[in-house]
């Protein structure tokens, strides 16, 4: 025991080292590139860093700005409360971030056992188990690391509100105590996730109609006329009403799709999947939307491929996702109601982003949150499974 809680705190202490050495390495090296240590354009890409970084130093001034998300007003407000208006500084404030985001992982998959109610007794090894390898996961996890280190973009806080909002909805739809405590709470962490990206707000609440509608669904026990009802009633949607345009998104789904289309018109070539889903005809949009759905939850598929950068995202992320899902799949009979809840939540956000992405390396940045619920339920699983099979031994 004391040997598996002295390897976690020492594997959580070489993470946060890590991640810390990363972004200082980054840092400088940006510098280097002209870009004042705020973005290391890698393979030619380039993100909204250097402009979250111009407009907080309006904020810091007093000046006006242009605010597509609340993240440079924090990061304008802490320079201009502080006095340090440094971009090392807004790195440390991201590296923060991740701390938080992995003391909430750390937490998720406790609360699991917790609830799952399984009687380990004073044998806190499963536990141990999960959560060391949750954290060596955020280790061989390069996109992650790659794009909170890269830059001071503000995904590291989507993650992290999103991880948070989620553990307070665990706790009122499934823990009977605090619920009206938890559901108070879980107000402000999905306000702050909805001012950070508006669509994160949007899959958080999709994912939690869908899975009341699942709950509903279930009594019935008929599976197959579930699934062609969503279908049909999914299929009427695109046929009759593509051109409604969603509340507080204020994008229809005709939008979205021209919205992908634009983005595959200006960005041709590199890493683009080539998919087309604005067609008239729904069966052919279903199957090129699960091609695309496939193709952002675990992509670049081998067709994919189209150079270095590629081929290293399918041989250290593809492979090993798939074979993560796998194991999942075939261990299903292990997940608790809770962790499918969290893989729904995963499942829903890569498909909101099967809608309006074609790009692989736009989908390796966006699909990090689903992939790192997806690696927390796999470690909790897999180290339940080793446990039972110990106990028939």
């Known amino acids: 025991m004391r040997q598996k809680r002295f390897l976690l705190v020492a594997t959580q202490q070489i993470l946060f080292l890590f991640y810390l050495i990363l972004t200082t390495f980054f840092y400088f090296l940006a510098i280097r590139q002209g870009n004042e240590g705020v973005t290391f354009r890698f393979l030619g890409g380039g993100d909204d860093g250097m402009f979250y970084w111009e407009e907080?130093?309006?904020?810091?001034?007093?000046?006006?700005?242009?605010?597509?998300?609340?993240?440079?007003?924090i990061i304008g407000n802490i320079m201009r409360?502080?006095?340090?208006?440094?971009?090392?500084f807004i790195r440390i404030f991201n590296y923060f971030g991740f701390i938080i985001l992995t003391f909430l992982g750390l937490y998720l998959i406790r609360l699991f056992y917790k609830l799952e109610q399984i009687k380990l007794g004073r044998d806190l090894n499963p536990i141990y188990t999960s959560k060391i390898l949750m954290l060596l996961s955020f280790v061989c996890y390069v996109s992650l690391f790659m794009n909170i280190s890269l830059s001071i973009n503000r995904d590291i806080w989507i993650y992290s509100f999103y991880i948070l909002s989620l553990i307070l909805s665990i706790k009122v739809i499934f823990n009977k105590k605090n619920?009206?405590?938890?559901?108070?709470?879980l107000f402000p962490s999905l306000w702050l996730l909805g001012e950070f990206r508006g669509y994160a707000l949007a899959s958080f609440i999709i994912s939690i109609i869908l899975y009341l509608l699942y709950k509903g669904f279930l009594k019935l026990r008929r599976p197959i006329l579930t699934l062609t009802a969503f279908i049909t009633v999914f299929g009427v949607y695109y046929t009759l009403f593509m051109d409604y345009s969603i509340p507080y998104l204020d994008m229809s789904l005709r939008g979205a799709l021209n919205y992908r289309h634009s983005a595959i018109t200006l960005y041709s070539g590199g890493s683009q999947m080539w998919i087309n889903?604005?067609?008239?005809?729904?069966?052919?949009?279903?199957?090129?939307y699960f091609h695309s759905f496939i193709g952002n939850l675990i992509g670049p598929l081998p067709w994919h491929l189209s150079g270095i950068s590629t081929l290293f995202?399918?041989?250290?992320?593809?492979?090993?996702?798939?074979?993560?899902l796998l194991f999942i799949w075939k261990k299903r009979?292990?997940?608790?109601?809770?962790?499918?809840?969290?893989?729904?939540?995963?499942?829903?956000w890569i498909g909101l982003i099967a809608v309006t992405n074609d790009n692989i390396g736009?989908?390796?940045?966006?699909?990090?949150?689903?992939?790192?619920?997806?690696?927390i339920v796999?470690?909790?699983?897999?180290?339940?499974?080793?446990?039972?099979?110990?106990k028939i031994i």
Request: net charge positive; charged share 15%.
């Open 378 to 390: 796999f470690v909790s699983v897999y180290s339940k499974n080793r446990y039972f099979k110990k």
């Open 56 to 73: 907080s130093q309006k904020i810091a001034a007093g000046q006006e700005a242009i605010l597509t998300s609340i993240y440079p007003l």
């Open 362 to 375: 736009t989908a390796t940045r966006l699909r990090a949150v689903g992939w790192i619920l997806i690696l």
């Open 333 to 348: 009979n292990l997940l608790s109601k809770v962790q499918i809840y969290v893989l729904l939540h995963a499942f829903v």
């Open 313 to 324: 995202i399918f041989l250290f992320e593809t492979i090993p996702m798939i074979l993560i």
């Open 277 to 288: 889903l604005d067609h008239p005809f729904f069966p052919v949009f279903f199957i090129n």
């Open 179 to 185: 619920r009206f405590l938890f559901l108070i709470l």
């Open 81 to 88: 409360i502080t006095g340090i208006e440094s971009v090392y």
